[in-house]
């Protein structure tokens, strides 16, 4: 076997990694830190690639790269606002269906607006064509991609390790009483945290839409692979969600040379052997049942 | 007497008006068709183009037959033979169907055969193209399939692509019936075009991310790869082939594609040899027939008839036209009326014919390069050829089908 081919495809298993790890990790926040199972996260992934598909046209590329993740953020407040806080302190499988559903009538909608072909984003002139490095080929793109995805995993790790926000924020989320007695309004960090991980969804869509094309149903294919990495990272852990976005990536592309008719349910696969001997995934401190019994106490 | 005379009379009137009551309802009674498609999933724009032609096929026969209204019973099959399935035996057991059509997906059109064999109902695969449909094991005498099979449609295109595009074949094949048919079939002409096989990768249905495939094959030393691949997972392909400037390497011959599947890609992003079953612009009929589609249908996927669009009009007339000649419903009658028809007025350059032993839809097909061009006319056709002179022959396939 060419070990050029080897060394390129485990190089194509952690750029893959840092997208799926930028797909999963908003997930992963709300799911953990929210304690909401948000299957609307998967439509506020494909609200993004198709707001980025329909301005970035009109405005640019980097401008539309700053602005649809805002957009995003903003209907991921409205989202949040009117349904989700219904939600909070309930049995997560309500707010799974909740989010179902929202994710459900979203999908229609996009399919009235933009109608159901599948759309196309042009790859950006400076990262056209492809590097050439020992009979090898690969894409500009695919490169930029993943520095963009570094910074935003880097970005977001600082967010809610390094900063205030994020020491009060998991501080809240298990007591809050004391976080109020303190003067935090939990709601509204509640509120910021869903907002954060709409926002993620939006550039986690501008990432992947040029990539795999752009669809109504997109949300709900990248969905599992994103509730399966979150699972496996651990719930709300982002060290566990990069960490297993990469294995995932890196496995998923060697996996090609050995096993490609299993590739695709490789992440599954994983998911029930890290569950059988963690049940917490990786790096998690409760399963999501754990949550529940964590918050009835 | 005269009141004998005006009971008689007014019974007879009552007979009358009574009897005629009846034919007139039973006249009325619609004839049921079940439209099996896929209109969510892999397959959903395609499902939707194909319901389109059927509809206008029976707009072409003043929505009746035999007098009788033409009533459409549709059903999304979801792209999965579990649920083709169970949707086929609703149609069957609870609304009373007795002739069902359509689908994309050859695993879920094979499963819907099984069903309309059971049940006795007749089944016509529209736009599958395993040859499975037509061959010992699968086939049986309640199921036509109206798409051509990947026998003809990849041994049609063969020596053409060793003579013009390169004899060093890499197969990639979607993990189905379907993807599997396209593969046995170019493998099987290696050695009479002279070509060899590099390689072959199977991707399950569904893939998104080709690259870890694709920089394997980019260092293969390929000269064409054959693809099989449908849906959206071939034109995720489509878009990755040319980020990874495979296209610049090496040509891609796609055995089978659909306008569907290359008219949403960018013009940069297109360069493909492709087998297709039709093309709008090919012939007077076609186009008319666009432009029904472009006046009717204002909210479908495409503005233009696509290959499902005419796979569907052709299912339908077909069985509209059996049903007609057969001067009944009944199932057994409408399958030896289809057996060995002609169809002339097919919209096409050429006529197509039904094969009675193996209930195989015969007929001239296009080899298409889509174009780096905007707007709808993206294919040019290369050449034509006629399925008869590649499908499978009765020593290569040795059905017996015919009704009795």
Redesign the interface.
């Known amino acids: 076997m060419?070990i050029?081919?080897i060394l390129?495809?485990l190089f194509?298993?952690v750029l893959?990694g840092l997208i799926y790890a930028v797909v999963s990790i908003g997930f992963s926040l709300v799911l953990g830190i929210g304690q909401v199972i948000n299957f609307a996260h998967g439509l506020l992934f494909a609200f993004g690639a198709y707001i980025f598909w329909y301005i970035s046209p009109i405005i640019g590329y980097w401008p539309a790269f700053i602005i649809t993740p805002l957009i995003v953020g903003g209907m991921g407040y409205l989202i949040e606002k009117l349904v989700i806080t219904r939600v909070y302190g309930q049995d997560p499988l309500f707010g799974l269906l909740v989010t179902l559903g929202i994710s459900l009538a979203g999908t229609e909608i996009i399919r009235m607006i933009w109608?159901?072909?599948?759309?196309?984003v042009?790859?950006p002139g400076f990262a056209a064509?492809?590097v050439h490095f020992a009979?090898?080929?690969?894409?500009k793109?695919?490169i930029a991609l993943a520095l963009i995805s570094l910074i935003i995993i880097l970005f977001v790790w600082w967010l809610m390790i390094r900063s205030n926000f994020g020491t009060i924020v998991k501080a809240g989320m298990t007591d809050s009483e004391m976080i109020s007695a303190l003067g935090h309004n939990l709601p509204v960090l509640r509120n910021r945290v869903f907002i954060i991980g709409s926002i993620l969804a939006g550039m986690a869509g501008i990432v992947a839409a040029?990539?795999?094309?752009i669809?109504s149903?997109m949300g709900t294919?990248i969905l599992m692979l994103a509730f399966t990495i979150a699972l496996i990272g651990g719930l709300g852990s982002i060290k566990g969600t990069v960490i297993a976005a990469l294995v995932i990536g890196i496995i998923?592309?060697?996996?090609?040379?050995i096993i490609?008719?299993l590739?695709?349910a490789v992440p599954f696969i994983l998911l029930i052997a890290v569950l059988f001997y963690k049940p917490k995934g990786l790096y998690g401190e409760l399963t999501i049942l754990g949550e529940v019994t964590a918050r009835e106490k | 007497m005269n009141k004998v005379k005006v009971t008689f009379i007014v019974t007879l009137g009552l007979i009358i008006i009574l009897g005629c009551f009846f034919i007139t309802s039973s006249a009325a009674e619609p004839i049921k068709i079940g439209a099996v498609l896929p209109k969510?999933?892999n397959y959903?724009?395609h499902g939707?183009m194909e319901l389109i032609g059927i509809y206008l096929a029976v707009e072409d026969f003043g929505g009746e037959v035999l007098g009788r209204p033409i009533e459409l019973v549709e059903a999304d099959d979801e792209n999965n033979p579990d649920i083709g399935s169970r949707r086929a035996r609703n149609l069957i057991e609870v609304e009373g169907v007795k002739f069902l059509m359509g689908g994309v997906s050859s695993s879920v059109g094979l499963a819907i055969g099984g069903v309309c064999e059971e049940k006795g109902a007749l089944y016509l695969a529209t736009n599958q193209n395993s040859d499975d449909f037509a061959s010992v094991g699968y086939a049986n005498k309640y199921m036509f399939h109206v798409a051509p099979g990947m026998d003809s449609l990849v041994r049609g295109a063969a020596e053409y692509v060793a003579e013009n595009l390169g004899k060093k074949w890499y197969f990639i094949t979607h993990?189905y019936s379907w993807g599997h048919s396209g593969t046995k079939w170019a493998r099987n002409m290696l050695d009479q075009v002279g070509a060899e096989e590099i390689g072959e990768?199977?991707?399950?249905n569904?893939?998104?991310?080709f690259?870890?495939?694709l920089?394997?094959i980019?260092?293969s030393g390929a000269d064409v790869v054959a693809l099989t691949v449908g849906g959206?997972d071939l034109?995720?392909l489509y878009?990755?082939m040319n980020?990874?400037?495979l296209f610049d390497?090496m040509a891609v011959w796609c055995t089978l594609g659909n306008y569907?599947d290359s008219?949403?890609?960018?013009p940069?992003?297109r360069g493909m040899y492709i087998g297709v079953e039709a093309y709008w612009k090919e012939s007077p009929g076609m186009i008319e027939l666009s432009n029904r589609v472009k006046e009717g249908y204002p909210n479908a996927?495409?503005s233009v008839a696509s290959a499902n669009t005419y796979q569907g009009w052709l299912g339908m007339t077909a069985l509209l036209k059996a049903i007609e000649k057969a001067g009944t419903t009944d199932v057994d009658a409408v399958i030896k009326a289809m057996e060995g028809m002609v169809i002339c007025d097919n919209l096409r350059l050429e006529p197509t014919y039904i094969r009675p032993w193996d209930h195989q839809f015969l007929g001239v097909y296009p080899f298409v390069r889509d174009l780096q061009v905007e707007g709808v006319d993206i294919f040019e056709i290369l050449f034509t050829y006629d399925s008869k002179d590649y499908a499978r022959s009765l020593s290569e396939n040795p059905l017996d089908l015919t009704a009795e």
């Open positions: 060419n050029n081919i390129v495809l194509n298993g893959l109608g159901k072909l599948t759309k196309v042009s790859t064509g492809q009979n090898i080929i690969y894409p793109y695919r040029p990539l795999w094309g669809k149903e294919d998923t592309s060697l996996g090609v040379l490609p008719r590739v695709e | 969510s999933g959903a724009e939707e993990d990768i199977k991707v399950p569904g893939t998104r991310d690259s870890s495939y920089l394997t980019a260092n959206l034109q995720a878009m990755q980020e990874f400037g390497k569907e008219y949403p890609l960018n940069e992003q996927p495409l």
